[in-house]
């Protein structure tokens, strides 16, 4: 038997909680928590599916549990500054309601899990993946969110203007000091 634990899949045509929430305009946070996040790509889910179902091997080797993730890994606040969406920190008793109220109006709907994942991230291991089943994926966390941004067009804060932005306010900073 062979278990596939995939990280949260992004691409172009992602059709997920966590897609829906990254293309809202304004991201909600947790104020206090700024986790750390894996991706992997929609055409490396489906590769690893294909190879997972594949016939098996004569061995056990395609047996087991494996986490599904590109390498590397991203902050909610790095993501959020790539794909141009500026964050609203909010208590978490506060993002509950959000919840609520957007769910209510149709726009998006957070899981209890989802709130989790924002406040306290998840990060897994892919050896495994590598050296016992034997999938490389072919794109990283940040290439697969990359593509996502890339097929969603600019955000409220284009991450180059972001970025100048950041570097000129920077400069104006006494030396020594960090923004």
């Known amino acids: 038997m ?8 992004l691409g172009p045509c992602a059709d997920s909680p966590l897609a ?8 909600p946070t947790v104020i206090g928590y700024d986790p750390r996040l894996q991706f992997v790509h ?10 997972a ?3 098996p091997r004569r061995s056990t080797l395609n047996s087991g549990t494996f986490n599904i993730a590109g390498d590397g890994v991203l902050l909610l606040s790095q993501a959020a500054r790539r794909l141009g969406r500026p964050t609203l920190p909010l208590l978490l008793p506060t993002l509950r309601w959000a919840r609520t ?3 209510s109006l149709g726009i998006t709907d957070f899981s209890p899990e989802q709130i989790r994942l ?6 897994v291991a892919t050896t495994q993946m590598r050296e016992t089943l034997g999938f490389e994926p072919e794109h990283t966390t940040a290439g697969a969110l990359a593509d996502y941004a890339h097929s969603r067009g600019p955000g409220l804060l284009p991450p180059e203007a972001l970025a100048r932005t950041i570097d000129r306010l920077a400069g104006l900073l006494p030396a020594g000091a960090q923004p």
């Open 2 to 9: 062979c278990v596939l634990r995939f990280a949260n899949i």
């Open 20 to 27: 829906e929430y990254f293309a809202l305009p304004v991201l």
């Open 42 to 51: 929609e055409k490396d889910a489906i590769e690893v599916l294909r190879i």
């Open 53 to 55: 179902a594949s016939e």
């Open 101 to 103: 109220a957007l769910r």
């Open 118 to 123: 924002l406040t306290h991230g998840r990060v």
